[in-house]
């Protein structure tokens, strides 16, 4: 979640307006301060599915859990509509439409709600063929669809759409293979049931192969991501291209690429966190709350920096990101930013945090 909030702020705080994994432009520092929140949304995803088969594995039927997935989805789906489109755009103007992660997780949820029902085995093949799959698919474009092909976009090419002279639609976040990724996470989760010394050794184990698996596959430069690694101009921006993976949507490489460290480093954090790793549980309790509010501030912030630096307020109520072209900090301040952000949405989300654990309101299992 923190690292998270680093990506935002940059969106809206940067003084560049290009790619920053551009390797033909981009620094190394903006480089990897884009790459190292590469991790966030597939961390999401998966352990959105990890947490459905806890859910299940204290008891919870499988009818009432496929309801929770399906109405909690649903849910979701809706705070991309209106909330969270407003957070980051602070107009309600139709000219403009996207989708983005938490569209993504909803969906994979209500997805999820049918798979549940199915053997566990059978919902591990479907993520896995998603996951690995997908790039086959690669090739095929919504022109492809005809009059459909936005069809084709919501399910797997995260391209702008023309919907009418007026309205533009972008699902940043396609769903396939999303919704395998909710699905493997979801098997996932009986690894967390072994003792604790055989799930330390499974964790380890599987991250380490799918990390491994990643650097081989990325080294054939043959299959998993559309965009195959160049040499550059040295050592170092031949490792980016190498790291500089495709996450729209993500390709099999990116998955691995992600995924492997991040299982492998369970192992480490299921030995205890110690007392600055509570620091950050106090957000990893309340995510929906932190996504929301975390936008908001941000946006507000950036709105404020520009007023303070000329510009009017109303030019930081358009499309996202489309900044007046001399507005923006360099990564200093932007880290800044970002410390801040995080210091102050601490005490919120502490507070937050109590009220889930003090109250069984229905509403707060949603949030």
């Not at 190394?28 to 190292?36: H, S």
């Not at 957070?87 to 994979?108: D, E, K, M, Y």
């Not at 995924?259 to 790793?277: E, H, N, W």
């Not at 900090?329 to 502490?350: D, E, K, N, Q, S």
Request: with cysteine; hydrophobic share 55%.
């Amino acid at each position: 979640m923190v690292i998270m909030a680093l990506d935002h702020v940059r969106d809206f705080f940067t003084d560049l307006r290009y790619d920053p994994t551009d390797l033909t432009q981009a620094s190394a520092g903006l480089f990897l301060t884009r790459w190292i929140t590469h991790f966030c949304a597939p961390v999401f995803v998966f352990l959105a599915g990890t947490g459905a088969f806890l859910s299940a594995s204290r008891g919870k039927p499988v009818k009432e859990l496929s309801r929770f997935l399906w109405t909690r989805g649903l849910m979701l789906v809706l705070f991309e509509w209106t909330v969270i489109r407003l957070a980051w755009v602070f107009n309600f103007s139709p000219n403009f439409l996207f989708v983005q992660v938490i569209w993504v997780i909803g969906v994979s949820m209500i997805c999820l709600a049918g798979l549940v029902y199915l053997s566990k085995k059978t919902i591990a093949a479907i993520g896995i063929v998603m996951i690995v799959g997908h790039n086959a698919l690669d090739g095929i474009t919504p022109e492809t669809f005809g009059s459909l092909g936005i069809v084709w976009g919501l399910l797997h090419v995260s391209q702008p759409f023309q919907l009418s002279t007026t309205t533009m639609f972008w699902p940043l976040y396609p769903l396939i293979p999303w919704i395998g990724v909710m699905a493997v996470g979801y098997v996932f989760g009986a690894i967390l049931l072994y003792n604790p010394e055989r799930r330390r050794q499974t964790l380890l184990r599987l991250g380490l192969a799918l990390t491994v698996a990643f650097v081989v596959i990325r080294a054939l430069n043959v299959y998993a991501d559309p965009h195959p690694w160049t040499t550059l101009k040295d050592a170092l921006f031949t490792f980016f291209s190498f790291i500089n993976t495709t996450k729209y949507p993500p390709s099999l490489d990116f998955l691995l690429m992600t995924l492997g460290p991040s299982i492998a480093a369970l192992a480490l954090f299921d030995r205890g966190l110690g007392r600055s790793g509570q620091f950050f549980v106090v957000f990893g309790r309340v995510p929906m709350f932190f996504y929301i509010v975390h936008i908001y501030l941000i946006h507000g912030l950036a709105v404020v920096a520009g007023v303070l630096q000329g510009f009017e307020a109303k030019a930081f109520f358009e499309l996202m990101f489309q900044f007046p072209p001399s507005y923006g900090f360099g990564l200093p301040v932007v880290y800044l930013v970002w410390i801040g952000v995080v210091l102050c949405l601490y005490p919120a989300c502490r507070w937050f945090g109590e009220l889930k654990r003090r109250r069984k309101d229905a509403w707060l299992s949603y949030v």
